[in-house]
């Protein structure tokens, strides 16, 4: 068709899971470079990204009409320009095809929140939220399931059993509640608990402190998590919100059993029972942490075998771009059936 794919993020400064899936969309949709219209001055977009073969420019009207031309589609990974995008599409009569990705749950500004025809959720909780909140009818939302490589290798290794190792990674931050979760725990976890916090941020000093001289907490700061996944038992996130919880879908693919609290998207990933354990509160959580089966046990092995099983039915990255590229060809579809 010679589409041309023009990807939409406000905020490159920091690394985080609606960056990653952006740059992944624009580099695997688009034939040659990837086009990213962002706020974030190029000189402070974070190095990594920067090293990527990848065109960011200044979202504003300029670019918009620089790019768009009938073969162009807009994808927006954010609201606020996607409301903006919106809105300058209804002054040119429907001139511009736009994609909406909703990566989060919100419960503000609906009155200023403009969304197009198309939308993609990535998980069903903000699916939901979106017709709960917003009033989009359930129709115009395809919920596509954030995909991630396959960097999975079985290895073994040889760790004390009588031991359990939960790793929690993400950004160091109130909304992760990881002091929350030591202050809700500290005391009264069995002795073979350990937790594992990766990941820097803004509260890491805070939580160093809270965690004080127990045995039972370690602060990592930023790990690989393809070398450093397989030496851990079980991965937990209990945040306030989140879209879909990338480290949950890490876990997944490394068949580690999942830990989590009952938010709706987490639910996508972590199936309570089947590849893992969900805590509706801090007194469940701690019941569960001190209940968990150990890596040698048939229990185990078996929570283990579906996550991996989840993975590959739900969150590959091909699985993602094949979603990704119908939903895009359905804009061209009567146009050339005609």
Same mark, same amino acid.
């Given at each position: 068709?010679?589409?041309?794919? &023009?990807?939409?993020?406000?905020?490159?400064?920091?690394?985080?899971?609606?960056?990653?899936?952006?740059?992944? =969309?624009?580099?695997?949709?688009?034939?040659?470079?990837?086009?990213?219209?962002?706020?974030?001055?190029?000189?402070?977009?974070?190095?990594?990204?920067?090293?990527?073969?990848?065109?960011?420019?200044?979202?504003?009207?300029?670019?918009?009409?620089?790019?768009?031309?009938?073969?162009?589609?807009? =994808?927006?990974?954010?609201?606020?320009?996607?409301?903006?995008? $919106?809105?300058?599409?209804?002054?040119?009569?429907?001139?511009?095809?736009?994609?909406?990705?909703?990566?989060?749950?919100?419960?503000?500004?609906?009155?200023?929140?403009?969304?197009?025809?198309?939308?993609?959720?990535?998980?069903?909780?903000?699916?939901?939220?979106?017709?709960?909140?917003?009033?989009?009818?359930?129709?115009?939302?395809? $919920? &596509?399931?954030?995909?991630?490589?396959?960097?999975?290798?079985?290895?073994?290794?040889?760790?004390?059993?009588?031991?359990?190792?939960?790793? =929690?990674?993400?950004? &160091?931050?109130?909304?992760?509640?990881?002091?929350?979760?030591?202050?809700?725990?500290?005391?009264?976890?069995?002795?073979?608990?350990?937790?594992?916090?990766?990941?820097?941020?803004?509260?890491?000093?805070?939580?160093?402190?809270? &965690?004080?001289?127990?045995?039972?907490?370690?602060?990592?700061?930023?790990?690989?998590?393809?070398?450093?996944?397989?030496?851990?038992?079980?991965?937990?996130?209990?945040?306030?919100?989140?879209?879909?919880?990338?480290?949950?879908?890490?876990?997944?693919?490394?068949?580690?059993?999942?830990?989590?609290?009952?938010?709706?998207?987490?639910?996508? $990933?972590?199936?309570?029972?089947?590849?893992?354990?969900?805590?509706?509160?801090?007194?469940?959580? $701690?019941?569960?942490?001190?209940?968990?089966?150990?890596?040698?046990?048939?229990?185990?092995?078996?929570?283990?075998?579906?996550?991996?099983?989840?993975?590959?039915?739900?969150?590959?990255?091909?699985?993602?771009?094949?979603?990704?590229?119908?939903?895009?060809?359905?804009?061209?579809?009567?146009?050339?059936?005609?």
């Amino acid at each position: 068709y010679g589409m041309k794919i &023009i990807s939409i993020y406000p905020n490159f400064k920091n690394k985080g899971g609606a960056q990653n899936i952006t740059i992944q =969309l624009a580099k695997e949709l688009n034939g040659n470079t990837p086009i990213i219209l962002t706020n974030t001055p190029i000189e402070k977009i974070h190095q990594d990204y920067k090293k990527e073969d990848i065109h960011f420019e200044k979202f504003s009207i300029y670019t918009i009409f620089k790019y768009n031309t009938p073969n162009t589609v807009f =994808l927006s990974h954010h609201r606020s320009q996607t409301s903006r995008l $919106v809105f300058l599409n209804f002054l040119l009569a429907g001139k511009l095809k736009v994609i909406h990705i909703a990566h989060s749950t919100f419960t503000n500004l609906k009155s200023l929140t403009w969304l197009p025809e198309k939308i993609v959720a990535i998980s069903n909780g903000v699916k939901q939220n979106l017709i709960d909140y917003f009033q989009i009818k359930n129709d115009r939302i395809t $919920v &596509i399931f954030n995909g991630i490589e396959d960097i999975f290798q079985n290895t073994h290794y040889t760790q004390n059993t009588n031991e359990i190792r939960i790793l =929690l990674a993400g950004r &160091i931050c109130p909304v992760k509640q990881q002091i929350e979760l030591v202050k809700q725990t500290k005391g009264k976890l069995l002795p073979h608990i350990k937790f594992y916090f990766a990941g820097t941020g803004e509260q890491i000093a805070l939580l160093k402190q809270e &965690i004080g001289n127990s045995e039972q907490y370690f602060v990592l700061g930023q790990i690989d998590i393809g070398e450093e996944m397989p030496k851990y038992d079980y991965v937990c996130l209990f945040s306030q919100n989140e879209g879909l919880g990338l480290t949950l879908i890490e876990g997944c693919m490394f068949g580690k059993p999942l830990i989590s609290n009952d938010l709706a998207s987490v639910q996508d $990933v972590n199936i309570n029972g089947y590849n893992g354990f969900v805590a509706s509160t801090w007194e469940k959580l $701690v019941t569960c942490l001190n209940s968990l089966p150990l890596p040698n046990s048939e229990k185990y092995q078996s929570l283990s075998k579906h996550s991996r099983a989840l993975y590959e039915k739900r969150f590959r990255a091909f699985t993602m771009i094949n979603e990704y590229r119908t939903i895009i060809k359905s804009f061209f579809k009567n146009k050339y059936e005609r």
